[in-house]
């Protein structure tokens, strides 16, 4: 399906929502709201929802229970929410995975372009581009280097098959033609755990779970993967800067309702979001994490997807992921 394409069913599904959703904005939340996370405690999807979900919840006087549902790349969390109630009481935390997933796996037992309808961008994060101090690299060249001296002997974590982390990883290989062996993991707080055990070498780890264990010591950062140099550690080189220009990705979450919930719930919902990304009690234990507000309309984060759905389609392909 072509961008365009994508962006229709988007655009599409958010008018259609307002005649279709049983649930109405003006009486609009009267029991508690669940946001389904597709990955485990502690990791930045999670930080992510439970943060900005309390002030959400205290804006629309109910509160906002964060459940934690891992495995498969978000795709168990996703399922649960395609097929919930469309009434706003179940939403997604989306991230990067849902739309990499979307492109690249062909047998998901939704369809996320059409399942879902996009509420709010909430927050960005880099990944962290980090070592186990054992392989002696302090730079991105000397990474490569050592790749390139030893295919396929090195091994790199992911938080998931298809998952932002991994995509990071297979782009890193793409640009410099080097070859490593992917471990996957069900998040990012695992693989960190295996990562800090030395048995990974490699991880593009999201900036929140890693940070802490690069100031002990117990990991070496070599980079950011963002356009510009991270504010929680802007010691650290972009990934162009270490000599891989055109290298940009990070992650991103979000809030998705099931396709056909109400217009207004949706604005509701989008409303409450914006306000609460704009308080300190959310902007600073995020800011303190290494993740940045966004906010937006429903429409905004419609369009982000589908250029997020365009561009991972093209390093999918290259790196044989497509199914």
Known sequence: MTRAA?????????????LT???????????PVR?????PAGSAA???????????GQLLGQQVVIENKSGAGSNLAAEAVARAPKDGY?????????????VVKSNLAFDFPKDFMPIIRLTTTPNILVVHPSLGVKSVKELIDLAKAKPDQLLFASSGVATGTHLAA?????????KMVHVPYAGSPPAITDLLAGRVQVFFSPASTVLAHVRSGKLVALASTEAKRT???PELPTMAEAGLPGFETGLWFGLLAPAGTSQDVINKLGRAANEALQADEVTTPLAQQ??????????DFGRYINGEMQRWAKVAETAGLKN
């Open 46 to 56: 999670d930080i992510t929802a439970r943060v900005v979900g309390q002030r959400i």
């Open 6 to 18: 994508l962006l229709t069913v988007f655009i599409g599904l958010l008018c259609a929502g307002s």
């Open 21 to 31: 959703g049983p649930a109405r904005g003006d009486d609009f939340p009267t029991h």
């Open 170 to 178: 297979e782009l890193f290989k793409m640009l410099t033609g080097t």
């Open 290 to 299: 290494g993740i940045d507000s966004v906010g937006g309309s429903p429409e």
């Open 90 to 102: 179940t939403l997604l935390l989306g991230t990067i995975a849902n739309s990499i997933n979307a």
């Open 35 to 39: 946001v389904i996370v597709g990955f």
């Open 231 to 233: 504010a929680i550690a």
